[in-house]
């Protein structure tokens, strides 16, 4: 049963459209940051992979990854605010999706300051695009907004990942890394 419910959540998210990479047109203030993460499914992919990649690995590793990615996101969401370049933006993102997603889905142990690294660096590529698609005024609450939703958006991966885990076992965590995968791999060939 578990496998057939992971399968068929890799056959969803292997079926989205490439056209989720486009954010357009956001509004200003808390709610518009808060609805950004949650609108582009490459960014909902890899916030939901970091909190999966942390409940496999347990420890320290449930705090320091989302934290990690979410402060890396801000620095970067500045950078882009104030129109400073960081190249390949959206391949990083993407890579990002992939990545993490593989980390789950083979169980990657890397230490943990090389996990975070990791993660941080995807976090500032995401915060990037946060930035540069913000608003020009009121850039303190929609920071605040699309800060919240990611760190959330990585609890729900988390709680996921350790509810899955405790129930049936690290391979259907594998699975959901596998979907992860999928699904960014449809973004780019989608």
């Given at each position: 049963m578990a496998?057939?419910?992971?399968?068929?959540?890799?056959?969803?998210?292997?079926?989205?459209?490439?056209?989720?990479?486009?954010?357009?047109?956001?509004?200003?203030?808390?709610?518009?940051?808060?609805?950004?993460?949650?609108?582009?499914?490459?960014?909902?992919?890899?916030?939901l992979a970091v909190g999966?990649?942390?409940?496999?690995?347990?420890?320290?590793?449930?705090?320091?990854?989302?934290?990690?990615?979410?402060?890396?996101?801000?620095?970067?969401?500045?950078?882009?605010?104030?129109g400073l370049p960081l190249p390949g933006v959206e391949p990083m993102i993407l890579a990002s999706v992939i990545l993490v997603g593989v980390a789950a889905a083979l169980a990657l142990r890397l230490p943990l300051g090389w996990a975070a690294l990791g993660v941080a660096a995807f976090g500032l590529f995401h915060g990037h695009a946060h930035g540069m698609e913000g608003p020009q005024d009121g850039l303190a609450l929609f920071a605040a907004g699309f800060a919240l939703a990611t760190l959330a958006l990585h609890m729900a991966g988390l709680g996921i990942g350790l509810a899955l885990n405790a129930l049936a076992g690290r391979g259907v965590l594998r699975m959901l890394g596998l979907g992860t995968v999928l699904g960014g791999l449809s973004l780019i060939f989608g």
């Open positions: 496998i057939r419910s992971s399968l068929l959540l890799s056959a969803v998210l292997a079926a989205l459209p490439a056209a989720v990479l486009a954010h357009e047109g956001h509004g200003s203030g808390f709610l518009a940051g808060a609805g950004h993460p949650i609108g582009g499914t490459d960014h909902l992919l890899a916030m999966l990649w942390a409940a496999m690995l347990g420890g320290r590793a449930l705090w320091v990854l989302p934290l990690a990615f979410v402060t890396a996101m801000l620095a970067g969401g500045g950078m882009g605010h104030a």
